[in-house]
C-alpha cells in the first residue's frame, strides 16, 4: 500500500481535512501524533486490532482508552510490550496524554508544537531519572546481597530495592531503596541480651549545610511507669523483625548532591 493509498484511506488524515477539504499545520501535528502512537504501541496505524467482538485500527483504540472510557486494559493495547518493562510509566503517560491532545476533533484545542516538544523532553527527562535512581554502585550492592536477587531489567531491580530491605555482608546491613528521599533511618536489631539500649540518646543529620538534631532517641523502650515526654522517639518493630527508628528529614532538591552524615551518640 502506498503512501498516498494510506492517507487517502484516513489512517494517518486528519478526519477534519474532510469537513473543511484544508490542510493546516494543526493538520500536520495530527499526522504526526499518529507515528508517534506508532512508536509508543508498537502497532502500525492501518493494522486493526481485535476488541469485543470488532475491529479496531490504532487510533480507534486510543479513543476507546482515552475519550470513552471503554478499554479497560488499555495499556496492554497501548503499550509496546518490548518496553513494558524499561520504560517508566510517568514517562509514558505524559507522553500518550500529549499526543491524545493532538488528536482532538476541535483543532483549536490541539497544543502547539513548542508545547508538544517541551512535553515530550518532560518524558524523556522522568526516563532519563528513573536509570538515574539506581546508584553507580549497584552491582557492587548485589554482589553483597546474602540470597541472590532475581530481576529481568534495571526497572525491575529498582522496585525489588524499594519494595522491601536486603540483607547484604553475611547478614549484616540492611539495605533498601527509599521512593520518598529525604528521610534518614536506623535499622537495627538486638540480640537477647542487649543491656544499655533504654537510655535516651542524640542524633544528628547533616546534609547540605544543614544540620539538625533530635533529643530523646531511644533504641529500646524502658521498662516501668516512666512518664513519656511528647518529643521521645522510640523504634518499631518491622514485619522482617528488625527495629527502624527515624533520625530525622532534609530537604532534597532536584540536582543536589553530596553525602549524608549522621551520628547517633
Not at 509496546?80 to 491524545?100: C, G, V
Not at 484545542?109 to 508545547?115: A, H, I, M, S
Not at 540492611?174 to 539500649?197: A, C, H, I, W
Not at 515526654?229 to 518493630?237: A, S
Request: aromatic share 12%; glycine share 6%.
Amino acid at each position: 500500500m502506498s503512501v498516498r493509498e494510506l492517507l487517502v484511506q484516513g489512517f494517518y488524515m486528519d478526519p477534519i481535512y474532510n469537513e473543511r477539504h484544508m490542510l493546516s499545520k494543526e493538520s500536520g501535528i495530527y499526522s504526526f501524533v499518529v507515528v508517534m502512537f506508532e512508536m509508543s504501541s508498537g502497532m502500525m496505524a492501518y493494522n486493526a486490532r481485535h476488541f469485543e467482538d470488532k475491529e479496531l485500527y490504532l487510533i480507534d483504540l486510543v479513543r476507546s482508552y482515552y475519550d470513552h472510557h471503554k478499554l479497560v486494559d488499555g495499556l496492554d493495547k497501548l503499550i509496546d510490550p518490548t518496553i513494558k518493562d524499561l520504560i517508566h510509566m510517568r514517562s509514558f503517560d505524559k507522553f500518550n496524554e500529549i499526543a491524545h491532545e493532538c488528536i482532538n476533533f476541535d483543532f483549536r484545542k490541539r497544543p502547539t508544537v513548542n508545547r508538544i516538544i517541551k512535553t515530550i523532553d518532560e518524558a524523556l527527562n522522568i526516563q532519563a531519572f528513573w536509570k538515574g535512581l539506581l546508584s553507580p554502585d549497584y552491582q557492587e550492592i548485589i554482589e553483597r546481597a546474602v540470597s541472590p536477587l532475581g530481576f529481568a531489567s534495571k526497572r525491575e531491580l529498582y522496585f525489588c530495592l524499594s519494595d522491601s530491605h536486603i540483607l547484604l555482608d553475611r547478614g549484616y546491613v540492611s539495605f533498601q531503596l527509599d521512593m520518598k528521599p529525604g528521610k534518614t533511618y536506623l535499622v537495627f536489631r538486638t540480640t537477647s541480651n542487649s543491656e544499655g539500649l533504654s537510655v535516651p540518646a542524640k542524633t544528628m543529620v547533616r546534609f547540605g549545610g544543614i544540620k539538625m538534631e533530635t533529643e530523646n532517641v531511644y533504641l529500646q523502650r524502658p521498662d516501668g511507669s516512666e512518664k513519656w515526654q511528647e518529643n521521645d522517639v522510640f523504634p518499631h518493630r518491622r514485619k522482617d523483625g528488625w527495629m527502624e527508628i527515624k533520625l530525622g528529614e532534609f530537604e532534597y532538591n532536584e540536582g543536589d548532591v553530596g553525602e549524608i552524615e549522621m551520628a547517633f551518640e
